[in-house]
């Protein structure tokens, strides 16, 4: 299984953008998936992720209604919708998977990153 993040850039605060994970291999509905992201000099923290099948989603409070994770099963994608950003949210954003069977928030138990995407909000 391989990730791969795509969809980064430079917007101005109160911009929006859509991040775009693709999963390859046949298990994309088997699995947790989550988006975390690190800002420069910041350790990586959770920003949201979807459950198998898409059941059920969970947000840091700092993106809780302004960003929606969510996934497309025949493209093997997901995604993250961010709005209304903010500088705050100027990080590099990754993509990873969990084999854990309950969907958790610790990035110590995801086995499988993408490569990162920046994405970096002006003010």
């Known amino acids: 299984v391989q990730l791969q993040a795509s969809g980064g850039g430079l917007v101005q605060a109160g911009d929006s953008l ?3 994970c693709v999963v ?5 509905n088997s699995y ?3 988006w975390f992201r690190q800002a420069p000099g910041k350790e ?3 920003v949201a992720y979807t459950t198998r099948s898409g059941g059920k989603t969970y947000y840091a ?4 209604g302004r960003f929606t994770i969510s996934r497309d099963t025949a493209k093997a994608t997901v995604y993250l919708q961010m709005n209304y950003l903010k500088p705050e ?3 590099v954003y990754y993509c990873a998977r969990t ?6 928030t610790d990035l110590t ?3 499988i990153w993408g490569q990162g995407t920046l994405v970096t909000v002006s003010s």
Do not use: I
Request: glycine share 4%; no cysteine.
């Open 18 to 20: 859509r991040l775009s």
């Open 24 to 28: 390859s291999g046949r298990t994309f």
């Open 32 to 34: 947790t998936l989550a």
């Open 44 to 46: 990586r923290e959770f």
């Open 61 to 64: 409070d700092s993106v809780k």
């Open 89 to 91: 949210d100027t990080a």
């Open 99 to 104: 084999r854990r069977t309950l969907p958790t």
């Open 109 to 111: 138990l995801y086995d």
